[in-house]
């Protein structure tokens, strides 16, 4: 049960979408003939979200997820909400 909800968590980062940190690094010899760090890059990528992993996500969990938001209290609703909206407002940059 514990993979299956790590390929659902997956499935839904790769249909929402996410941000991640690109590292390149760059080597080079020293004198002693090793390799030396030289440069490293860090850069901010948005990787958009995937068509293909939401019709996934929709094919095989819908309607569990259906299931379990039919049976959340309007108190779970509401903070889900809210929840929602700051994840939005935060890969939105606050533009929301």
Same mark, same amino acid.
């Given at each position: 049960?514990?993979?299956?909800? !790590?390929?659902?968590?997956?499935?839904? !980062?790769?249909?929402?979408?996410?941000?991640?940190?690109?590292?390149?690094?760059?080597?080079?010899?020293?004198?002693?003939?090793?390799?030396?760090?030289?440069?490293? !890059?860090?850069?901010?990528?948005?990787?958009?979200?995937?068509?293909?992993?939401?019709?996934?996500?929709?094919?095989?969990?819908?309607?569990?997820?259906?299931?379990?938001?039919?049976?959340?209290?309007?108190?779970?609703?509401?903070?889900?909400?809210?929840?929602?909206?700051?994840?939005?407002?935060?890969?939105?940059?606050?533009?929301?």
């Amino acid at each position: 049960m514990e993979e299956e909800e !790590k390929i659902r968590k997956a499935l839904l !980062k790769k249909a929402l979408g996410y941000r991640t940190n690109e590292v390149v690094e760059e080597y080079v010899l020293d004198e002693d003939g090793g390799q030396r760090l030289a440069k490293k !890059k860090v850069t901010k990528k948005h990787v958009s979200p995937d068509i293909s992993a939401m019709r996934v996500l929709l094919e095989r969990y819908s309607s569990d997820m259906a299931d379990e938001i039919r049976n959340m209290s309007d108190e779970e609703l509401l903070k889900e909400r809210s929840r929602l909206l700051k994840l939005i407002k935060e890969e939105d940059g606050g533009n929301l």
